[in-house]
């Protein structure tokens, strides 16, 4: 009988449909993990395609490519290195499953299907896959490994089975996105499994961005008695390997690495700066550009770019017209020189000319209002598309989740571009994640230490700049409540009566929720952005835009 036992956790970062490339990646964590002695390597749900594969994991092609990965990669294991576990699609009497594969003695050992398929928030594997049989453990070498896929490990169901047909470990491949304030969830979660079964658990997860989900890794291994032997660092690529010992009470995995959990701040700006770096690289831009305004919201993507993707590849653009103040035109030159990247100015003034000539008979007898105003942020956006188009960087667009809520923003203007990372984050979160900011250098950034967003765009009020002397809060209440009101109707979907018993005004929810609704339109044309909420626009929630509910009806 064995009693000693290595498992390689291989936490790394797939390319969606690249099945060549992440085959490459897994055998070089393969022979990685051989070097260290390992008996078995886990690798996360559905690597050998990237997870979630949508749609694309329905094509017969992608299917059979899969396939023919998954055998070469089992020929492999002739060589008595380590066995293999890994996720991948398998079609089986013409049903398409999630599959995790047992490659070892130079064959597909087994396969073990997903039970538990998520159809929810960001997940529709509904759609795409047929759920599995209530699975028994694998025997690897001796030991009964029981390999519940990422959701099953959510309800009691497969891990009881799993345990009660004689499994003594359990591996969980996971592709498990990040939220703030999710790592609990999760931890409370493995411990609840690990009590009921009497078994040790290990939680594998993928690291990476997949258009605007993002995975943090923060993979661990909680023993039977409750206790956490190894928890590795978030965001990073990594290959471990545990050592395992069976005692009287089990299978105990040896003390470890334990990563100390992040801070919501700390791991937001991780997020942001992932969700950015992979989207950019993995669809091959050569940088981004944005518009430097002057003002927070595009301070802080400026240098969550800098920090994801390096100085040299963010261009910055101030696009100034007759109503941008000095104020704004050094702060965001102090901005750029603090984080090292290009700026330059490119003033729309002949641009908005040339358009009010235009208009003159077409506008004749009307007042100046938002139309004019909406002119000069498409004249911006414009300007940008240039830029990109000429030079080849992505547009950074630079909206927050508070201003997208409520329509705050101008379709074709300020809301274009190919990526957002600041989509999913409300307007106070950007003002803490600006001052954290300037206190920290993330891990892993490629930006400068210390200060790069002058305190005076932090501190002064908030302005579009699109008229004289205007400012957010005249077409919007103060960024605290909104948010909070926000809070209520987006993330909590609480009712009229419910917000306006937190002590907000009936008429400012009403006004809020009216505008929320209205903007549908707008949201289902903005670009992709890292999601850090439960709540996320596009991904997780979901309304119609022709919509006549309104819950605030009496006010």
Request: charged share 25%; net charge negative.
């Amino acid at each position: 009988m064995t009693d000693r036992f290595r498992i390689a956790l291989a936490q790394l970062n797939p390319l969606m449909g690249d099945i060549a490339g992440n085959l490459r990646k897994a055998r070089a964590a393969r022979a990685e993990a051989a070097t260290g002695g390992a008996d078995l390597i886990l690798f996360s749900e559905l690597f050998i395609v990237g997870y979630p594969p949508e749609d694309l994991v329905l094509k017969p092609a992608l299917q059979d490519d899969a396939r023919e990965a998954i055998e070469k990669f089992a020929a492999d294991t002739a060589d008595g290195g380590p066995a293999v576990l890994i996720g991948t699609p398998w079609v089986q009497d013409g049903k398409l499953y999630n599959s995790c594969a047992l490659l070892d003695g130079g064959r597909i050992a087994g396969m073990t299907f997903k039970v538990d398929l998520p159809n929810y928030g960001v997940f529709d594997e509904k759609r795409v896959f047929v759920p599995g049989p209530l699975p028994g453990p694998f025997n690897v070498r001796g030991v009964r490994i029981g390999v519940p896929v990422c959701e099953d490990i959510w309800t009691p169901e497969i891990v009881e089975c799993l345990s009660e047909t004689g499994g003594e470990i359990l591996l969980v491949p996971n592709g498990s996105p990040f939220e703030a304030g999710k790592e609990d969830v999760r931890l409370n979660l493995i411990v609840a499994r690990v009590k009921e079964s009497g078994l040790p658990l290990v939680y594998l997860n993928q690291v990476g961005g997949q258009d605007e989900i993002v995975f943090d890794g923060a993979s661990l291994v909680c023993n039977a008695d409750g206790r956490l032997a190894l928890a590795l660092p978030a965001w990073e690529e990594k290959v471990v390997v545990t050592e395992w010992t069976r005692g009287p009470k089990g299978w105990v995995c040896a003390l470890g690495e334990i990563v100390k959990e992040e801070d919501r701040s700390t791991s937001i700006y991780h997020a942001m700066m992932l969700g950015l770096r992979d989207y950019v690289n993995k669809n091959r831009f050569s940088g981004v550009v944005l518009g430097l305004s002057g003002g927070i919201d595009s301070a802080l993507s400026a240098a969550v770019a800098v920090d994801a993707l390096g100085a040299e590849r963010v261009r910055c653009v101030m696009l100034p017209s007759r109503y941008t103040s000095k104020e704004s035109l050094d702060d965001a030159e102090a901005c750029a020189r603090l984080l090292g990247c290009k700026y330059e100015t490119v003033p729309i003034e002949g641009a908005v000319d040339a358009f009010t000539v235009a208009l003159r008979e077409t506008f004749a007898g009307k007042n100046a209002d938002t139309t004019e105003e909406n002119i000069q942020s498409r004249i911006r956006g414009l300007i940008l598309m240039a830029i990109s188009n000429k030079f080849g960087p992505m547009v950074l667009t630079t909206g927050n989740k508070s201003e997208m809520s409520v329509g705050y923003a101008t379709l074709y203007g300020d809301m274009c571009g190919g990526y957002n990372v600041l989509k999913d984050v409300y307007k106070t979160e950007v003002f803490r994640l600006s001052h954290w900011r300037n206190a920290h250098h993330p891990r892993g950034a490629l930006g400068p230490k210390g200060r790069v967003i002058p305190e005076r765009i932090i501190t002064k009020p908030p302005s579009a700049e699109l008229r004289d002397n205007q400012k957010d809060q005249d077409s919007l209440p103060p960024y605290d409540i909104l948010d909070g009101i926000l809070e209520c109707l987006v993330e909590n979907e609480m009712t009229f009566e419910a917000t306006c018993a937190k002590g907000y005004a009936p008429a400012t929810v009403k006004r809020v929720e009216q505008l929320l609704y209205t903007s549908e339109y707008k949201r289902r044309q903005a670009p992709p952005g890292v999601k850090i909420t439960a709540k996320n626009f596009g991904r997780d929630r979901r309304y119609p835009i022709t919509n006549a509910f309104r819950d605030a009806r009496d006010v």
